[in-house]
């Protein structure tokens, strides 16, 4: 007797007409709930108040935070991008400012070597930027970009600001090296311009920090030198030309001889600030020849 072979179970399925007719039983109680939505006061109404309506404010809720949380992170990128903009623009302008404040400090200073040409206009004279300074604060020893290639030579007057910076010490083929007037080793033979009275100007850095140098010598019998005189190199100097202004007398006492008065000048070039000089290409011994 053969052995007897198990049955497979038939699954169960429901038919697709009912599932069309599930599908439309719940479309028309959809559709009654809805009619029944829209009449006040019905049992309906009242469930769906307390049961769709919160979850519909929820839903509101939680789609009207992350359209806010869209727009602020919008407007954050806008004000970055905004921000970033003005930052371009600030340093832009910071940049014009600091060109135009080099620009205006340019043109004062060659307004001032203008006049200063206009105003020893009998002499020849060759323009110069200065490339190198002194160890300290002032410019009282500096180095300029023109040499004997130029023409220049030693012991050629320098100008600058409103008068007598110094001389030319050393000389290569583009620089030469200036001593000004205010170094401790500088000694100008000038005279009192209103009097002619002569004396002897001195550098002296020690006294810059007061903003002058020292004078001795001043043979004022008269007493008619008083504070604020021009001084001006004297026509007796050895190596400056006569008649350049040194600066103005800003004190003055009589000597312990009671013969001779001293005091201090205050220079008329300004040797914190330099940039640009006058080279007068004439020198003392030829124009006495």
Same mark, same amino acid.
């Given at each position: 007797?053969?052995?007897?072979?198990?049955?497979?179970?038939?699954?169960?399925?429901?038919?697709?007409?009912?599932?069309?007719?599930?599908?439309?039983?719940?479309?028309?109680?959809?559709?009654?709930?809805?009619?029944?939505?829209?009449?006040?006061?019905?049992?309906?109404?009242?469930?769906?108040?307390?049961?769709? *309506?919160?979850?519909?404010?929820?839903?509101?809720?939680?789609?009207?935070?992350?359209?806010?949380?869209?727009?602020?992170?919008?407007?954050?990128?806008? !004000?970055?991008?905004?921000?970033?903009?003005?930052?371009?623009?600030?340093?832009?302008?910071?940049?014009?400012?600091?060109?135009?404040?080099?620009?205006?400090?340019?043109?004062?200073?060659?307004?001032?070597?203008?006049?200063?040409?206009?105003?020893?206009?009998?002499?020849?004279?060759?323009?110069?930027?200065?490339?190198?300074?002194?160890?300290?604060?002032?410019?009282?020893?500096?180095?300029?970009?023109?040499?004997?290639?130029?023409?220049?030579?030693?012991?050629?007057?320098?100008?600058?600001?409103?008068? !007598?910076?110094?001389?030319?010490?050393?000389?290569?083929?583009?620089?030469?090296?200036?001593?000004?007037?205010?170094?401790?080793?500088?000694?100008?033979?000038?005279?009192?311009?209103?009097?002619?009275?002569?004396?002897?100007?001195?550098?002296?850095?020690?006294?810059?920090?007061?903003?002058?140098?020292?004078?001795?010598?001043?043979?004022?019998?008269?007493?008619?030198?008083?504070?604020?005189?021009? *001084? *001006?190199?004297?026509?007796?100097?050895?190596?400056? !030309?006569?008649?350049?202004?040194?600066?103005?007398?800003?004190?003055?006492?009589?000597?312990?001889?009671?013969?001779?008065?001293?005091?201090?000048?205050?220079?008329?070039?300004?040797?914190?600030?330099?940039?640009? *000089? !006058?080279?007068?290409?004439?020198?003392?011994?030829?124009?006495?020849?």
């Amino acid at each position: 007797m053969s052995p007897r072979v198990p049955q497979k179970k038939e699954k169960f399925t429901i038919p697709a007409k009912y599932w069309m007719l599930a599908v439309l039983i719940i479309c028309g109680i959809l559709l009654l709930v809805t009619f029944l939505v829209d009449i006040p006061n019905t049992p309906a109404n009242v469930v769906v108040g307390y049961t769709i *309506v919160p979850m519909q404010k929820g839903v509101t809720a939680v789609g009207s935070f992350f359209v806010q949380r869209k727009e602020m992170l919008t407007t954050i990128e806008k !004000l970055q991008k905004e921000n970033e903009e003005l930052r371009t623009e600030v340093n832009s302008l910071t940049d014009e400012n600091i060109q135009l404040k080099q620009e205006k400090f340019e043109l004062l200073s060659l307004r001032e070597l203008f006049e200063l040409d206009e105003q020893y206009s009998d002499y020849e004279k060759v323009g110069a930027r200065v490339i190198a300074g002194g160890t300290g604060n002032w410019f009282d020893s500096f180095t300029i970009d023109k040499g004997s290639n130029d023409g220049l030579e030693a012991d050629m007057n320098v100008l600058s600001g409103s008068g !007598l910076c110094g001389r030319i010490v050393a000389v290569g083929p583009n620089w030469a090296r200036v001593l000004a007037v205010i170094d401790d080793t500088s000694n100008v033979s000038a005279q009192v311009l209103s009097t002619s009275d002569r004396l002897i100007v001195s550098g002296d850095l020690e006294s810059m920090k007061e903003n002058h140098i020292r004078f001795t010598d001043l043979y004022d019998e008269e007493n008619k030198v008083a504070v604020g005189d021009k *001084v *001006v190199t004297s026509n007796i100097s050895d190596k400056f !030309l006569p008649g350049i202004l040194i600066g103005y007398i800003s004190s003055i006492e009589s000597d312990p001889n009671n013969l001779t008065k001293s005091g201090y000048i205050t220079p008329a070039v300004d040797f914190k600030h330099m940039s640009e *000089v !006058l080279v007068v290409t004439e020198m003392k011994q030829a124009t006495e020849e």
